[in-house]
């Protein structure tokens, strides 16, 4: 069953066209990694389709429904998330308060930042918050403030609050970029992990290609704003017109 369907997708910024007709479909439950080399349109898209940004043409649909140009709020709410290239999150506030005002965002929309102060009748947006909290590997750690955190763990929070609205569908745009091995390997773990009892959609954005492989079930390469590829991984390993794409020939 397909989930998003994007149809002739196309950004342009003046004379430069960021997304040149982009169609692209993601199956319900499947991994799909978009890659490409720097410059090849795979954020901008990301930010197409979650709202971020307003196409110049094309079509997002979203489990049937057109959401092309609908606010980012409105596409959370609908069961589309994300997470960003750099953490996205409140650094005074504790673990466990992050997560909060992201499930209290996904849920309501808007939100007033008192509401720390009387958390009565929030106990399902807390319950949530916790469960995601468990799900990343963050919760033992969840009083602190999140400026406190080692760098991986900041991603993962990231991740988690990505996590809080409980998305039928997760972009997740370079997850361990910056990452030591050892953190990248937790990451990527997590995400495995996620994906199985969460039963979430995943869309990757990732230039680690050992990761791309491990996760995907099917890759989709851009290159200058338009696709060039899609296929299973064995596929766009062996594919000269992807090998060229990558530094002129350079093997995957």
């Given at each position: 069953m397909t989930i998003l369907a994007i149809t002739g997708l196309?950004?342009?910024?003046?004379?430069?066209?960021?997304?040149?007709?982009?169609?692209?479909?993601?199956?319900?439950g499947e991994s799909l990694s978009i890659i490409g080399p720097n410059g090849a349109g795979k954020s901008t898209t990301v930010n197409l389709i979650t709202g971020l940004l307003q196409p110049s043409a094309g079509e997002?649909?979203?489990?049937?429904?057109?959401?092309?140009?609908?606010?980012p709020h409105e596409?959370?709410?609908?069961?589309l998330s994300r997470s960003f290239q750099?953490?996205?999150?409140f650094p005074e506030l504790t673990v466990e308060q992050n997560a909060i005002v992201a499930a209290l965002g996904a849920e309501h929309g808007s939100f007033s930042l008192n509401f720390l102060r009387r958390l009565v009748g929030y106990d399902a947006v807390a319950e949530r918050a916790r469960?995601?909290?468990e799900d990343m590997g963050l919760y033992e750690q969840r009083e602190l403030e999140a400026q406190s955190l080692p760098y991986g763990d900041k991603r993962r929070l990231e991740m988690a609050l990505a996590l809080t609205s409980d998305p039928d569908l997760l972009f997740l745009d370079e997850p361990t970029a910056g990452m030591s091995p050892d953190e990248t390997e937790t990451t990527?773990?997590?995400?495995?992990?996620?994906?199985?009892?969460?039963?979430v959609?995943?869309?990757?954005?990732?230039?680690?290609?050992?990761?791309?492989f491990r996760i995907s079930d099917r890759i989709a390469v851009l290159s200058q704003g338009a696709k060039i590829a899609d296929g299973t991984p064995a596929e766009i390993q062996g594919d000269p017109t992807v090998q060229k794409a990558y530094l002129g020939g350079i093997e995957l």
């Open positions: 196309t950004k342009r910024f003046g004379n430069l066209t960021a997304v040149d007709d982009l169609s692209l479909h993601i199956e319900r997002v649909l979203f489990h049937g429904e057109d959401i092309t140009g609908a606010q596409i959370l709410q609908r069961g750099t953490a996205s999150i469960r995601t909290l990527v773990t997590l995400i495995e992990r996620v994906k199985q009892e969460r039963d959609t995943i869309v990757l954005i990732e230039h680690d290609m050992e990761i791309v």
